[in-house]
């Protein structure tokens, strides 16, 4: 009930290309999904978030997608650049506010 | 937003041996959280260090193991005690501003190496 599930475990993208990353959730008390960046050396960044009320979130070339029925969500980042590379990481909020996070995503983005 | 500084940045230090790791805030913050990060893997919270109180351990990790103080609302220190080699890890220091919105910053993390 805790979990999250995220995957591919490592992605690697042409430059230009749409980088796509899934993460699926068990518990219907989550109520705020992020997504953190993390370059290597430096801790996790918030990069975007949604709230479960809410089907898509777009910020310049990241956009969350947001399926509540099939428990599922999704970072799309268009017009992947190799400054993109990093780790991905998802994570769903329990009510107590504690951050239940994903395995993350090693995204490479090749000139 | 919040800067958060970390010392030590990294340390290598030998098996028995314990290390403190200082957590210095920019702003004032109820709940500071420290978190490890094996390499390559995710984010896995130890404990919330409250002002004034006993910090809160997570499953699989106790006080005498990595103590924890929280003497202000800016600063806390997490202890790595009697460390062997499976404490090598990346430590991470983070706040939640504003209260309650999920949103983490994290500082740069301190890695430590036991040999």
């Known amino acids: 009930q805790q979990q999250v599930k995220q995957s591919p475990q490592s992605l690697i993208v042409q430059k230009g290309g749409i980088s796509i990353i899934n993460c699926a959730y068990e518990?219907?008390?989550?109520?705020?999904f992020p997504w953190y960046q993390q370059f290597p050396g430096k801790g996790p960044a918030l990069l975007i978030a949604?709230?479960?009320d809410v089907s898509e979130k777009k910020e310049g070339r990241f956009t969350i997608s947001f399926n509540k029925s099939a428990k599922q969500f999704s970072l799309h980042i268009m017009d992947s650049q190799p400054g993109d590379s990093a780790t991905y990481f998802c994570a769903g909020r329990r009510s107590n506010y504690q951050l239940i996070w994903g395995a993350g995503t090693k995204l490479i983005i090749k000139p | 937003s919040a800067v958060i500084s970390q010392k030590p940045s990294r340390d290598i230090c030998q098996r028995g041996t314990s290390l403190t790791i200082q957590c210095q805030v920019d702003s004032q913050v109820t709940m500071m959280f420290w978190y490890r990060q094996q390499p390559g893997q995710s984010l896995t919270l130890i404990a919330t260090a409250n002002q004034g109180s006993e910090a809160t351990y997570e499953s699989g990790f106790v006080i005498d193991k990595f103590p924890i103080s929280r003497p202000n609302l800016t600063f806390s220190t997490l202890t790595v005690s009697n460390m062997s080699p499976e404490d090598s890890s990346i430590y991470l220091c983070s706040v939640e501003i504003p209260r309650n919105t999920g949103e983490l910053f994290f500082g740069e993390g301190s890695r430590l190496t036991v040999l």
């Open positions: 518990n219907t008390a989550f109520d705020y």
């Open positions: 949604i709230r479960p």
